[in-house]
């Protein structure tokens, strides 16, 4: 019988999916609602991203503590590689190691590459909502467990990742995005990729690292694995509305198909916390 399941799964994906397999996307057939017929882990009770409803929240300051970051302050040794991966721009970090420790964590994480969602309006494109309220982008920064070999042996473990997630705030022109935005001209499609002059993350993230939430998620893409510990800062990072057009603009998601899009609007929904519980260091700035 499974022997029988085996020869006709890969068909029906075939004749549903157009030969793509396990093409998935943010939209129609392939979106979000669908994953889980490829990806069954997408159907987990620890799915992310979730909404943070700030008087649900267990404030624990003693065990969410700082974070110790290491090698976040500077640029040496460190090599960035900028690519469009269809799914979002994303900056793969290789060379000296950058990795935190703190917020309660037990182990060591590692820095392996940090990537953005954005909407194509300002009311939407963040995964992550405070109270009901979307942000027009959100920045992931992927780490993983130090004591795996390597970053796709962490991925589906339950202490693997790492994901600090930080949202974004239309305002004032932000000199660092341009780090990476000036490069969108040679990343247009799918795959492209370039090498860019590296900068040290930290003059990415905001001043205050102190008030942020935990929670126990997943991958907020195929094949959702629930390895992810997740933080989400409450300071925005700011960006200029000229700068939201360029990655509005600027960067194409080419399907197998031949369709050409933006890649706006990359986001998966909220998804339901069930048994989970959102834990903050604090409630907000006082
Ligand atoms: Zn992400």
Same mark, same amino acid.
């Given at each position: 019988m499974s022997q029988f399941f085996a020869i006709l799964l890969p068909l029906y994906v075939h004749w549903t999916f157009g030969g793509a397999g396990n093409e998935w996307g943010y939209e129609g057939e392939i979106g979000p609602s669908n994953w889980h017929n490829n990806y069954p882990h997408c159907a987990g009770s620890r799915q992310s991203p979730v909404s943070i409803r700030m008087n649900e929240v267990i404030v624990d300051s003693n065990w969410l503590g700082p974070f110790t970051m290491r090698g976040y302050d500077t640029r040496d040794n460190v090599c960035m590689h900028l690519e469009n991966? =269809? %799914? !979002? &721009?994303? &900056?793969?970090i290789q060379g000296e190691p950058i990795s935190i !420790? =703190? =917020? *309660?964590?037990?182990? !060591?994480y590692l820095v392996e590459q940090f990537h953005f969602h954005w909407g194509r309006l300002d009311q939407r494109g963040s995964e992550h909502d405070i109270d *009901?309220?979307? +942000?027009p982008m959100e920045m992931h920064i992927v780490h993983y467990n130090a004591k795996y070999k390597n970053f796709s042996e962490a991925l589906d473990k339950s202490d693997g990742i790492v994901v600090l997630a930080f949202l974004f705030e239309v305002g004032n022109h932000n000199d660092h995005l341009d780090h990476i935005i000036s490069h969108f001209e040679e990343i247009p499609y799918r795959d492209n990729h370039t090498l860019i002059e590296p900068f040290a993350l930290r003059e990415f993230l905001p001043k205050k690292l102190d008030i942020y939430?935990? %929670? +126990? =998620?997943s991958l907020t893409t195929p094949p959702c694995y629930e390895s992810v510990t997740w933080f989400i800062f409450y300071e925005t990072i700011e960006i200029s509305e000229e700068q939201l057009h360029s990655f509005r603009q600027d960067v194409h998601q080419n399907f197998d198909n031949g369709t050409i899009t933006d890649i706006s609007d990359d986001f998966r929904p909220p998804q339901p916390l069930y048994k989970r519980k959102i834990y903050c260091s604090k409630k907000e700035d006082d």
């Open positions: 991966t =269809g %799914y !979002t &721009v994303q &900056v793969n !420790t =703190g =917020g *309660g964590l037990k182990d !060591t *009901g309220i979307h +942000s939430c935990r %929670y +126990s =998620g």
